[in-house]
Antibody
Framework: QITLKESGPTLVKPTQTLSLTCTFS??????????VGWIRQPPGKALEWLAL???????RYSPSLKSRLTITKDTSKNQVVLTMTNMDPVDTATYYC?????????WGQGTLVTVSS | QSVLTQPPSASGTPGQRVTISCSGN????????VYWYQQLPGTAPKLLIY???QRPSGVPDRFSGSKSGTSASLAISGLRSEDEADYYC???????????FGGGTKLTVL
């Protein structure tokens, strides 16, 4: 059974850096073709893809957020970390991680991050 | 504004068939597979359709997907109250080198 779970701060201040960890089980990020992605969803709004890291350490970022995002993996710990700099209230959202094998499935439960002073 | 365009809402009565459209361009839907996700209230999205028209195991055959040119559709037949959810389409975009989602369609079962 594949599971993913997001963890990190629930509240960050404007201009701070957000670091979120996705801890997964049931698959390995060293398996060819496998990746882990991050997607967010502001309250009441649509899904927005953020970043994706592949088994071979290839990385893809949303063009609109690329300058603020960094995605890394620790294969031995079954973890993927997403860092987002210069947080703003508009970044308030539920952040999801999901396994990718050509598409996102399954997804973690998500973690709500609020940006407020 | 989402790259893929979906109607914000759709509705139907139990037993009816409803369709949800998703419109893109040649960089995304026109040249790549389309995926559909179902998001029940208060939960994470769940894969509903992959590679245009394939259903993961456990997804009822009441759900079907299709694609033509730069548009795709999700059809739900025999509508049930538990189908009330938000539905999102997604595709890889070659120009953006990233994933794009639709704005989501809220399905109401009357």
């Amino acid at each position: 059974q594949i599971t993913l779970k997001e963890s990190g701060p629930t509240l960050v201040k404007p201009t701070q850096t957000l670091s979120l960890t996705c801890t997964f089980s049931g698959f390995s990020l060293s398996t060819s073709g496998v990746g882990v992605g991050w997607i967010r969803q502001p309250p009441g709004k649509a899904l927005e893809w953020l970043a994706l890291i592949y088994w071979d350490d290839n990385k893809r970022y949303s063009p609109s957020l690329k300058s603020r995002l960094t995605i890394t993996k620790d294969t031995s710990k079954n973890q993927v970390v997403l860092t987002m700099t210069n947080m703003d209230p508009v970044d308030t959202a539920t952040y999801y991680c999901a396994r990718s094998s050509g598409w996102f499935d399954p997804w973690g439960q998500g973690t709500l991050v609020t940006v407020s002073s | 504004q989402s790259v893929l365009t979906q109607p914000p809402s759709a509705s139907g009565t139990p037993g009816q068939r409803v369709t949800i459209s998703c419109s893109g361009n040649s960089s995304n839907i026109g040249g790549n597979y389309v995926y559909w996700y179902q998001q029940l209230p208060g939960t994470a999205p769940k894969l509903l359709i992959y590679r245009n028209n394939q259903r993961p195991s456990g997804v009822p055959d009441r759900f079907s997907g299709s694609k033509s040119g730069t548009s795709a559709s999700l059809a739900i037949s025999g509508l049930r109250s538990e189908d009330e959810a938000d539905y999102y389409c997604a595709a890889w975009d070659d120009s953006l080198s990233g994933w794009v989602f639709g704005g989501g369609t809220k399905l109401t079962v009357l």
